[in-house]
């Protein structure tokens, strides 16, 4: 039971740090705007968001064959409620050390991930904002003034013209 589980943790902590690193080099090219690597970074990213999913499949595998093994309830059994049915030794030290750790790096992975979503919906309201000012069809922001106002040059034209013709 342990030895699988030690590897599952292990595998999904480094593939949290790898996604970590990816997630800050992520915020650096949205930063810059660098619209060609942020692509490439976005793959690599998917590749392993599916190791990543290959890895939590094998952890709950082997946590659902413990808690057969074990007649336990599989109602809504998380890993530390597993851990808390281990005997203690040096496994279960491990066990709980490793998933202290992925604990830790989920949550850091996680601010760095509502960051970039920051980062990412400024960079969109920008572009959007920019793009309204350009095509905008609304009347030009100079000063005109309005019809029928009596300082209108073609009005007082109209008026020297009467007043010429009088005099």
Not at 16 to 25: K, T
């Amino acid at each position: 039971m342990y030895q699988p589980l030690i590897y599952a943790l292990e595998g999904l902590i480094e593939v949290h740090h790898r996604l970590l690193e990816h997630a800050n080099n992520k915020k650096e090219l949205l930063i810059k705007g660098d619209v060609a690597q942020l692509s490439k970074a976005l793959a690599v990213e998917s590749k392993l968001a599916r190791q990543l999913s290959k890895l939590e499949q094998e952890r709950q595998s082997v946590i659902q064959d413990y808690i057969r093994e074990k007649n336990l309830s599989s109602q809504s059994m998380t890993l530390a409620d597993v851990l808390e049915t281990l005997p203690d030794g040096e496994e279960k030290v491990k066990v709980q050390e490793l998933s202290a750790e992925l604990k830790g790096l989920i949550e850091e992975l996680q601010e760095v991930n509502q960051l970039n979503g920051r980062l990412l919906k400024d960079a969109l309201d920008f572009v959007n904002d920019s793009i309204e000012m350009i095509t905008d069809d609304t009347d030009p922001m100079n000063y005109k003034r309005p019809a029928g106002n009596p300082h209108d040059q073609s009005n007082n034209s109209a008026r020297r013209n009467f007043f010429d013709y009088k005099a």
